[in-house]
């Protein structure tokens, strides 16, 4: 059973470019969500999609923005890129209803690392 | 604004010993906790959780103890094992309501090292 996949693993990019990653939920998941994890920190809640549509939304500025596809899967982007934007960028996939119902456990990917220059 | 804090960056801990990983929090919504071990290159991996409603929950070697009133939880790693180190998280999600999605909020870590 696939848990949480994500791509690229690494990618370089400079500052001002776009980047977009990707990934795909566990089996029989119907919620992604995205955290950002910089160096010595824990992992910050970005967003977290449901049903193709945004439900919630951490404290990150409108440069990131996502999708979720019918398929559950999902991309974040992230336009004119600034150096601190360097960091592991984490994708959770996780059930709506029990999350909704408090056990909000989620699944977690191995994560792209995201290097700008 | 850090609202779950793990104050000890770093522990080491004897095989066969005890490990306690601390946590404390600041956000009285708060409702679900969790732990996550993390290794090198991997992504967190879930590792036990409790309920507000409770105060203690247990899993095998590990343990979570919940004291509301302090705001602070502990993992407790009983006996430790050299494969336990690693880096654990401590998260907190809030009450919510429906439709309105839900977040985790994360501390910045505490690294265990289990020595033989």
């Known amino acids: 059973d696939a848990g949480v996949t994500q791509s690229p693993t690494h990618l370089i990019k400079t500052r001002g470019q776009q980047v977009t990653l990707r990934c795909s939920p566990k089996?029989?998941?119907?919620?992604v969500s995205w955290y950002q994890q910089a160096l010595g920190q824990g992992p910050q809640f970005i967003f977290q999609?449901?049903?193709?549509?945004?439900?919630q939304r951490g404290n990150f500025p409108d440069r990131f923005s996502g999708h979720q596809f019918p398929n559950y899967s999902s991309e974040l982007n992230v336009n004119a890129l600034l150096l601190g934007d360097s960091a592991l960028y984490l994708c959770?996939?996780?059930?709506?209803?029990?999350?909704?119902?408090?056990?909000?456990?989620?699944?977690f990917g191995a994560g792209s690392r995201l290097t700008v220059l | 604004d850090q609202q779950v804090k793990q104050n000890s960056p770093s522990l080491s801990v004897q095989e066969g010993r005890i490990s306690i990983l601390n946590c404390d929090y600041t956000?009285?919504?708060?409702?679900?906790f969790l732990w996550y071990k993390k290794y090198p290159a991997e992504g967190p991996t879930f590792l036990i959780s409790?309920?507000?409603?409770?105060d203690k929950n247990e899993d095998g070697r590990f343990t979570v103890f919940l004291n509301k009133s302090a705001k602070h939880l502990s993992l407790h790693i009983v006996p430790s094992q050299p494969g336990d180190s690693a880096v654990y998280f401590c998260?907190?999600?809030?009450?919510?309501?429906?439709?309105?999605?839900?977040?985790?909020?994360f501390g910045k870590g505490t690294s265990l090292l289990v020595t033989p």
């Open positions: 959770a996939s996780s059930l709506w209803l029990a999350g909704i119902s408090g056990a909000n456990v989620l699944t």
């Open positions: 089996s029989g998941h119907d919620t």
């Open positions: 956000n009285s919504m708060f409702d679900y």
């Open positions: 999609y449901y049903e193709e549509e945004e439900r």
């Open positions: 409790i309920s507000s409603i409770k």
């Open positions: 998260a907190a999600s809030e009450v919510t309501m429906s439709n309105s999605g839900y977040a985790l909020n």
